[in-house]
């Protein structure tokens, strides 16, 4: 397990604060309640800080392959099912209305475990259900980039670089005076694989949104339906 997501989850909240959350929050809320949903599994749930801003509008259980993180999220929101599972091989042995991969999907590192997600994913779905991936970054728009935050004894940096096949994250999280640097390799795709993939884990129909409104740059929300 990685140190950002275990020693250091305790910090979460200063690394990446919740309010940071509320616009992807509206954004997701709107694409949920367009398709009548109210059971939601969310996986890579982290800290719950994107959940916190649903949890008051749908029924949500919400999922996390780190222990630490999972129990950040349930202490942030204690009224939802918080439970270490993980994406590509989750069974939870019920289903719900939509599947919510948020950014968790920087964890997918290739298309292989692309169609592990999505299937992991329609298997806890309804007739009809509806998952909804929001990645952070798409091929056809990254940039490399710094970004920076924290608090108090708490600082943190990452920077996003290029690697072959996807990108490199550089992190440094500062805490007093102990200095922990870790990278972490996550996956880079253009949009059209994203919908090539859906479709080949028998999405009937997959709606493409622009997601720029959520303040992170040019984004997509890929909105799948499994077969009624
Ligand atoms: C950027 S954090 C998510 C932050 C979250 N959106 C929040 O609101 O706090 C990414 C999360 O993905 C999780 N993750 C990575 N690989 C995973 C996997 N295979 N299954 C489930 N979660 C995974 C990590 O443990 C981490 O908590």
Redesign the pocket.
Known sequence: MSAL?GELAQY?PII?PVNA?EDEGRFIAGILKAGKAHEILE?????????YHLRDDFTMTL????PE?VDMSRRRNPMCDNKV????KANLGRDFDAVLI???A??ILDTDQMDAAFRTARKHLRPGGMLLVVPDHLADYWQPSVMTGGSGDVHYEARYCEREGGIRIDFTVTVGDRVIEESHDIGLFPQYVWVDRLRAAGFAEVDELDASETGWGERVAFVAHAPA
Do not use: K
């Not at 996986?43 to 959940?51: D, R, V």
């Not at 999922?63 to 780190?66: A, E, G, L």
């Open positions: 997501y979460w990446s959350y996986f890579g749930c982290g800290g719950g800080h994107l959940s999922t996390d392959i780190s993180m599972a993980d994406m590509f948020h950014d968790a920087d964890y």
